[in-house]
Nanobody
């Protein structure tokens, strides 16, 4: 059974960094497309980044390029999201999601499997 568990969220000051982890069971990280999404209070969930199952190509929401980095460790079956230079507007619940195929990795409807989310709060 496919299961995704996020970890690594917390409270961080503006300018700080966090690394989120999405630990996967029931399938391998090189078999499924894996994406990160976030939902801020009062806003819709939005795509952040994703990593392709076959060649590990990475994709980012334009405004986050340069600050966020997605990566995976196939041996640990874990996908990471390194977030640097964090801003208060990055405050949100962050979710990882996966599916065999995702035609638009920023469209949440393309992903069937979801984690429970981890809270990231950026505040002084």
């Amino acid at each position: 059974q496919e299961q995704l568990v996020e970890s690594g969220g917390g409270l961080v000051q503006p300018g700080g960094s966090l690394r989120l982890a999405c630990t996967i069971s029931g399938f391998s990280t090189d078999e499924y497309m894996v994406g990160w999404f976030r939902q801020a209070p009062g806003k819709e969930r939005e795509g952040v980044s994703c990593i392709d199952r076959s060649d590990g190509s990475t994709f980012y929401e334009d405004s986050l390029k340069g600050r966020f980095t997605i990566s995976r460790d196939n041996a640990k079956n874990t996908v990471y999201l390194q977030m640097n230079s964090l801003k208060p507007e990055d405050t949100a619940v962050y979710y990882c999601a996966a599916d065999l195929v995702a035609y638009d990795c920023f469209d949440e409807s393309d992903f069937a499997y979801w984690g429970q989310g981890t809270q990231v709060t950026v505040s002084a």
